[in-house]
Antibody
Framework: QVQLVQSGAEVKKPGASVKVSCKAS????????MHWVRQAPGQGLEWMGI????????SYAQKFQGRVTMTRDTSTSTVYMELSSLRSEDTAVYYC?????????????WGQGTLVTVSS | SYVLTQPPSVSVAPGKTARITCGGN??????VHWYQQKPGQAPVLVIY???DRPSGIPERFSGSNSGNTATLTISRVEAGDEADYYC????????????FGGGTKLTVL
């Protein structure tokens, strides 16, 4: 069965960086896009970007350009999302979510979420 | 960028039908996906490509999309359907191609 298992909660100070991992299993890792979506407390879903695990190409939401980096390790079927220059507004639950063969496909499996708290 | 508009809340009595709308400019020309999110849990895909249901999703969940409005319909609503629901599209012309609606809180009375 498809599983996406994310790394544990993080507490960071403003200005720091955080790197969240998402380990995939139960399917061919390189055949499906992977998205990152975040959700601030009490707020809706916000798309951050997408990575093609096959070649490593990425596309980021303009809001996060210059601050976010998504990478993958095909040897461990893991994708990573690093967000830098953290501020309090980045406090949120961060989800990885599997896309499909095409970029327009739905996000059909989601990780359990990683809470990132930014506080001085 | 493309904007999706959902009502903040919808209330329905058990056994009745709930309809949650998602408005967007000519959304009927796009493919709409719907997600259910219960408190403290990750979202779950309930409808994809306007009206298809993933395996394991009850037939009570259905979707439609035409003109400027997509609709998620939940028939014979149960207490367990109480959740937040989000619509989502892929807007290929945008630099923010994955767009979510603001979400609708479904309350079962």
């Amino acid at each position: 069965q498809v599983q996406l298992v994310q790394s544990g909660a993080e507490v960071k100070k403003p200005g720091a960086s955080v790197k969240v991992s998402c380990k995939a299993s139960g399917y061919t890792f390189t055949s499906y896009y992977m998205h990152w979506v975040r959700q601030a407390p009490g707020q809706g879903l916000e798309w951050m970007g997408i990575i093609n695990p096959s070649g490593g190409s990425t596309s980021y939401a303009q809001k996060f350009q210059g601050r976010v980096t998504m990478t993958r390790d095909t040897s461990t079927s893991t994708v990573y999302m690093e967000l830098s220059s953290l501020r309090s507004e980045d406090t949120a639950v961060y989800y990885c979510a599997r896309g499909g063969y095409e970029t327009r496909d739905p996000l059909d499996y989601w990780g359990q979420g990683t809470l990132v708290t930014v506080s001085s | 960028s493309y904007v999706l508009t959902q009502p903040p809340s919808v209330s329905v009595a058990p056994g009745k039908t709930a309809r949650i709308t998602c408005g967007g400019n000519n959304i009927g020309s796009k493919s709409v996906h719907w997600y259910q999110q219960k408190p403290g849990q990750a979202p779950v895909l309930v409808i994809y490509y306007d009206s298809d249901r993933p395996s394991g999703i009850p037939e009570r969940f259905s979707g439609s999309n035409s003109g400027n409005t997509a609709t998620l319909t939940i028939s014979r609503v149960e207490a367990g359907d109480e959740a937040d629901y989000y619509c989502q599209v892929w807007d290929s012309s945008s630099d923010h191609p994955v767009v979510f609606g603001g979400g609708t809180k479904l309350t079962v009375l």
